[in-house]
T-cell receptor, first 114, second 114 residues
Framework: DADVTQTPRNRITKTGKRIMLECSQT?????MYWYRQDPGLGLRLIYY???????NKGEISDGYSVSRQAQAKFSLSLESAIPNQTALYFC?????????????FGPGTRLTVL | GQNIDQPTEMTATEGAIVQINCTYQ??????LFWYQQHAGEAPTFLSY????GLEEKGRFSSFLSRSKGYSYLHLKELQMKDSASYLC???????????????FGKGTKLSVIP
């Protein structure tokens, strides 16, 4: 079983709809992250959480919100989707107690907003 | 802010050696990571450098010079499966957050040809 899972893997939605992307992990890591990836722009940080009670904005948080329901779950919501939110979204986890605090990524969610 | 530069594309021959360079400008440097990403898939961790010098791991090695803001990823005995994007990521202090964050370069797409 994969250590970091994301659902759904693919989603097509319409402008103005609210959608939620979910991330679950079995790695026991405290830290979780949401990124988006666009062609030519690389990975950009949306939100991150260092524990259940800690939520922080990243580089591009406008138009997004998150919820850390448990150590293992971190959800990303688009309150009112717009076409320029079409992208590949990745969840990642890390554990600073393991020395390098390396981030490990889920398989991604491909989101298309029409 | 942080600025990370790496070539957009490279081509190399199967069995040969390739070096992918990464230059960065940042404050509060706390480590440099290399990830491999096949098209449409998740980034996977390759290497980590925090001190100057060379880290070797099988066919892959990574070098860091903090004074020059420079790193490279070295791949030898290239195989067709090495065709992928290679992402350079720098961990540094994130303004206002009081914590370290990872900033990614735009990636270098490597094509290995027979």
């Amino acid at each position: 079983d994969a250590d970091v899972t994301q659902t759904p893997r693919n989603r097509i939605t319409k402008t103005g709809k609210r959608i939620m992307l979910e991330c679950s992990q079995t790695k026991g890591h405290d830290r979780m992250y949401w990124y988006r990836q666009d062609p030519g722009l690389g990975l950009r940080l949306i939100y991150y959480s260092f524990d259940v009670k800690d939520i922080n904005k990243g580089e591009i948080s406008d138009g997004y919100s998150v919820s850390r329901q448990a150590q293992a779950k971190f959800s990303l919501s688009l309150e009112s989707a717009i076409p320029n939110q079409t992208a590949l979204y990745f969840c990642a986890t890390s554990d600073p107690r393991q020395g390098t605090d390396t981030q490990y990524f889920g398989p991604g969610t491909r989101l298309t907003v029409l | 802010g942080q600025n990370i530069d790496q070539p957009t594309e490279m081509t190399a021959t199967e069995g040969a050696i390739v070096q992918i360079n990464c230059t960065y400008q940042t404050s509060g440097f706390n480590g440099l990571f290399w990830y491999q990403q096949h098209a449409g898939e998740a980034p996977t961790f390759l290497s980590y450098n925090v001190l100057d010098g060379l880290e070797e791991k099988g066919r892959f090695s990574s070098f860091l010079s903090r004074s020059k803001g420079y790193s490279y990823l070295h791949l030898k005995e290239l195989q067709m499966k090495d065709s992928a994007s290679y992402l350079c990521a720098v961990r540094a202090t994130y303004s206002g957050a009081g914590s370290y964050q990872l900033t990614f370069g735009k990636g270098t797409k490597l094509s290995v040809i027979p």
